[in-house]
């Protein structure tokens, strides 16, 4: 089983639209959470990390939850420019490395 | 405030001619180093990680080398590059995972 896993995609959504990613992790030991975009051919940048009592920033919510080892991603009122991978990433057991899922694609049309 | 400077953005490499790939990270002390990989169409592969000077761990064997030989100076070798060693190689800088990575811009290895 993979450490972090996440569908692929790709979420093909119109502009003002709602999509939500989930993310599974196989290690309960895991301390930190973070979702992380990356635009085509760039590096990964950090969207938001993601607390336990969940958090939001502007349209992006992010959710937590322990005991099924989940993580989601919540984008209200899609825009173009949000066209990206999102990967899910959270810490080893070991505490000093991260692991990164493979990412889910998301498109968003006019 | 704190940068990460990669370089070169972009190389073309024949196969078996050797290879250097340097990262410097400003701004910042004793921070920890990654170097990831990531081919084409694929996830983030963790290669090396440091914590200090003259420290490195390697998560997969194979055809790469690390080294640190200053606090903020992360280096990425090989000898002999291989096909299969192209790919988009990032590094990264934290200073603790509780506040995530921040990458270079990366450099796109092409082997041929």
């Known amino acids: 089983r993979k450490e972090v896993e996440q569908d692929p995609g790709p979420f093909n959504v119109p502009e003002g639209a709602t999509v939500a990613f989930n993310c599974t992790y196989s290690?309960?030991?895991?301390?930190?959470f973070f979702w992380y975009r990356q635009d085509c051919r760039k590096e990964p940048k950090l969207l938001m990390s993601v607390y336990s009592s969940g958090n939001e920033d502007g349209r992006f919510t992010a959710q937590l939850n322990r005991a099924s080892q989940y993580i989601s991603l919540l984008i209200r009122d899609s825009k173009l420019s949000d066209s990206a991978t999102y990967l899910c990433v959270v810490s080893r057991w070991d505490g000093n490395k991260l692991v990164f899922g493979a990412g889910t694609i998301l498109r968003v049309k006019s | 405030s704190q940068t990460i400077h990669q370089w070169p953005a972009t190389l073309v490499q024949p196969v078996g001619s050797p290879l250097s790939l340097e990262c410097t990270v400003e701004?910042?002390?004793?921070?920890?180093l990654y170097w990831y990989r990531q081919a084409a169409g694929r996830g983030l592969q963790l290669l090396f990680y440091s914590v200090g000077i003259g420290q490195i761990s390697s998560e997969v064997p194979q055809n790469l080398s690390a080294s640190r030989p200053q606090d903020r100076q992360f280096i990425l070798s090989s000898k002999k590059l291989l096909l299969s060693d192209s790919g988009f190689y990032l590094c990264?800088?934290?200073?603790?995972?509780?506040?995530?990575?921040?990458f270079g811009s990366g450099t796109r290895l092409t082997v041929v």
């Open positions: 290690n309960s030991a895991s301390q930190s």
């Open positions: 701004g910042t002390s004793n921070p920890n």
């Open positions: 990264a800088w934290s200073p603790g995972t509780t506040y995530g990575y921040t």
